[in-house]
């Protein structure tokens, strides 16, 4: 095993996929979930995508993206040396757990959570307010 990969071996199998357990313990306790050969950071997400998976087959559902991704800038101002102040940029993204397109057309950004961060809660208010869409939390 290379010094970086991480070598996971399977815990149990049980109705929504096979569960292992990771070598390094989650913060928050979830237990990694792979379905389909994907890899859900959590039972509770891989849950979720078992019931789009039956949506879609039902045909309620058209289109499911696995972490899409959403790039957003945030600036500040430094007071600079000679020109009175300087602005710097650093670019961040918010990943999302699913977007679903269903048969009506409307699109869903869903992201499901455990626990709610404080950090979470900060990008979730930036990207509804920059992107014009509702974060459903599931």
């Known amino acids: 095993i290379a ?9 149990r199998k049980n109705s929504i996929g096979k569960t292992f ?3 390094k313990k989650s913060k928050y306790g ?3 979930t792979v379905i389909d050969n994907i890899t859900f950071d959590s039972k509770r997400e ?9 949506l879609k087959r039902a045909g ?3 289109k499911i993206d696995l972490q899409p991704e959403f790039p ?3 600036y ?7 020109d009175g102040s300087r602005v710097y940029a650093k670019q961040y993204k918010y990943v999302a757990d699913f977007r679903v ?15 709610k961060t404080s950090i979470y809660k900060q990008k979730k208010k930036i990207i509804e307010a920059l992107y014009g869409f509702k974060i459903i939390e599931k």
């Open 30 to 32: 979830s237990i990694k």
């Open 76 to 82: 500040c101002t430094v007071p600079g040396i000679n």
């Open 3 to 11: 010094m970086c990969e991480t070598k996971a071996k399977y815990f």
């Open 72 to 74: 957003y800038n945030m």
């Open 46 to 54: 891989a849950n979720y995508y078992n019931t789009l998976k039956l």
């Open 101 to 115: 397109t269903y048969k009506d057309g409307h699109i869903e950004i869903i992201d499901v959570k455990g626990v």
């Open 60 to 62: 309620e559902v058209l």
């Open 21 to 23: 357990a990771p070598v």
